[in-house]
């Protein structure tokens, strides 16, 4: 378990490294925060997740404003929505994944449920996806767009923008977002092709086993 901020520094510029190099995230694309008791930690604004000096990683209070390290991501409210909506988060991932991307960029995708139970992993790990309308990033709007959710989605697209991911830790939080990218990838693989989904009996058993609240 990681308990010090020192380590969850460490951890998350670990991790951060290992999105980038894994083609998750580029140029400076994508943000990443940790709840911690007295605060929040962010990747700082400019940055690119794949050179995140942990001493350098912001430190905010819960109003935003900056106790410690480089100015954080100004996407700074969309992190603090998440946090004040489900209090079991954690941590929260945005990345701009191209093929969670190109999902959030689709008209033809239910925005109420966007990506389908294709394998019960994307159930256990991310649960139902909701697609919420596109503001220019940075937007304070942002944060009011996930606060209207009330909580109830642990993962939203932004769309034509990206996916936003939240988990109890920072590391379920990483996992949750690649799981969802890889599925978003196969319903791209399988556009064109019949699909078997997941029976609403099998969601049912699989959210009874694995509560991702």
């Not at 209207?148 to 939080?173: C, M, Q």
């Amino acid at each position: 378990m990681i308990d010090t901020e020192r380590a969850l520094r460490q951890q998350m510029s670990d991790l951060c490294r290992s999105l980038f190099d894994r083609g998750f995230s580029v140029g400076t694309a994508g943000n990443i925060s940790a709840r911690l008791a007295d605060g929040i930690l962010m990747t700082p604004t400019n940055s690119t997740l794949g050179n995140i000096d942990p001493d350098r990683i912001s430190k905010v209070a819960w109003d935003g404003s900056l106790l410690a390290g480089d100015k954080p991501t100004k996407e700074v409210f969309l992190h603090q929505a998440f946090y004040e909506t489900r209090p079991s988060a954690g941590a929260v991932v945005h990345l701009h994944s191209t093929w969670a991307t190109a999902i959030s960029c689709r008209a033809d995708i239910d925005p109420d449920d966007c990506i389908p139970p294709l394998t019960p992993y994307v159930v256990m790990r991310v649960g139902r996806v909701k697609r919420v309308p596109y503001v220019k990033p940075g937007d304070p709007k942002s944060g009011d767009l996930i606060r209207a959710l009330d909580g109830k989605y642990a993962a939203v697209l932004l769309a034509n923008h990206g996916p936003v991911v939240s988990g109890k830790d920072l590391f379920s939080a990483v996992c949750a977002a690649e799981e969802l990218e890889e599925t978003a990838k196969l319903i791209e693989a399988l556009r064109n092709a019949p699909v078997r989904y997941l029976s609403q009996a099998d969601v049912a058993d699989l959210e009874r086993s694995f509560s991702i609240r």
